[in-house]
């Protein structure tokens, strides 16, 4: 069983930094990409960064040049580093791994959201 463990968040002031971390676990053979998402009060879950297992980036217009995602390989771990906060960027944030497990089965994984509050 492989499963996914998001930390980081809170609440911030605009301008500001958080990270976030999600860690995978379990029976895991090779981790793909990842991403993360978020999803604020009303609105649908927005995929907005991703990254390849061979580290390529992508992200969307919203976030560029603000936020970066990363990973380490050796800890199974993806990264947020958040700059610049706007309360804009408030919502639950997401992580999501493609992982192909030790029985060679695909698994597409979310971790459990942690909320980003940034005040004005």
């Known amino acids: 069983q492989v499963q996914l463990v998001e930390s980081g968040g809170g609440l911030v002031q605009a301008g500001g930094s958080l990270r976030l971390s999600c860690a995978a676990s379990g029976s895991i053979f090779r981790l793909n990409t990842m991403a993360w998402y978020r999803q604020a009060p009303g609105k649908q879950r927005e995929l907005f960064a991703t990254?390849?297992?061979?580290?390529?980036?992508n992200y969307a217009d919203s976030v560029n040049g603000r936020f970066t995602i990363s990973r380490d390989n050796v800890k199974s771990t993806v990264y947020l580093q958040m700059n610049s906060l706007k309360p804009d960027d408030t919502a639950v944030y997401y992580c999501n791994a493609e992982i192909t497990d030790r029985s060679l089965r695909y698994n597409a994984l979310w971790g459990q959201g942690t909320q980003v509050t940034v005040s004005s």
């Open positions: 990254i390849t297992s061979g580290g390529m980036t």
